[in-house]
């Protein structure tokens, strides 16, 4: 068989890969079998997934729409993961259009599709990049070219930091990016939560992701609290994805915003 026109003969197929699996339960064409298999697996023990990555989804809008609106015209993305309809660029740029975006992730095959997105657009760029080197993120030329850190901005780190297993590599890394933010910046976040889960569910998914690229970690409301110290919280605070600042009745899981586990928050920089 040839191979796909979005990937290249240096990605390994054979061992799934969160963004791809991401992908996938979205309804996505940019996975692998192992991607597709190891998804079902999840699906299997935790059937409301691709409900609580749609209701990510839609925080994420959110949160962009709610920082535009406050003068908000640059974004640092990490682990933007695999492009799909509704990217910060396009929800930032819909409302300024001279909104600057830098997006970063681990995933070569997300790097590669983000790079033919963003090939006719001169405010938005990628960068291939472990969250964890933050100073290489902060660094790069891409970031200084699109991103001034002489003004507020706005850090994205959405579904993320569950995939950084290892407490003091996540909260360090938390506390990095933070730290190079200018006074009145905001940092969003979104992340897996042991609420609305059973601990013997949240062990299965554990045990599915361990097997993968990109281990898997739930953290509780205090430790997901915890990555905002130093910020002040804009309303509702940390609550559950749904319930942050949504549109209107029909939102999706609003009335069962805990079948997501997600938390999310947004917090300013004072």
Do not use: C
């Not at 240096?10 to 079998?33: K, T, V």
């Not at 929800?91 to 830098?102: D, E, F, I, S």
């Not at 983000?114 to 993120?137: C, F, G, H, M, W």
Request: charged fraction near 20%; glycine fraction near 6%; avoid cysteine.
């Amino acid at each position: 068989m040839s191979e796909p026109s979005w990937t290249s003969g240096e990605i390994p197929q054979d061992r799934p890969n969160a963004a791809r699996m991401y992908d996938y339960s979205l309804g996505g064409f940019h996975n692998f079998a192992a991607d597709r298999r190891a998804a079902e697996q999840v699906v299997a023990v935790f059937p409301d997934l691709p409900l609580a990555l749609q209701a990510n989804r839609g925080f994420l809008r959110r949160a962009i729409t709610t920082l535009v609106t406050q003068g908000i015209d640059q974004f640092l993305d990490i682990g933007s993961g695999i492009p799909t309809v509704g990217n910060v660029h396009e929800a930032a740029q819909k409302l300024n259009p001279t909104a600057r975006v830098v997006y970063v992730d681990i995933d070569p095959i997300a790097v590669h599709h983000s790079e033919l997105i963003l090939r006719a657009n001169p405010n938005a760029a990628v960068i291939q990049a472990d969250a964890r080197r933050t100073e290489y993120i902060l660094n790069h030329p891409k970031t200084s070219g699109l991103l001034d850190f002489s003004r507020p901005l706005a850090m994205l780190i959405v579904a993320v930091l569950h995939f950084v297993p290892d407490d003091a590599e996540a909260y360090g890394l938390v506390r990095v990016l933070r730290d190079a933010l200018p006074s009145g910046s905001y940092l969003a976040l979104s992340h897996a939560s042991t609420e609305g889960i059973t601990r013997e569910t949240a062990d299965k998914m554990e045990q599915i992701y361990a097997r993968t690229a990109t281990p898997f970690k739930f953290r509780t409301r205090p430790q997901v609290e915890s990555f905002f110290d130093g910020l002040d919280l804009l309303d509702p605070g940390v609550v559950y994805m749904p319930l942050w600042r949504p549109d209107g009745p029909d939102d999706l899981l609003l009335d069962e915003p805990e079948r997501t586990t997600g938390l999310a928050g947004v917090g300013r920089k004072p």
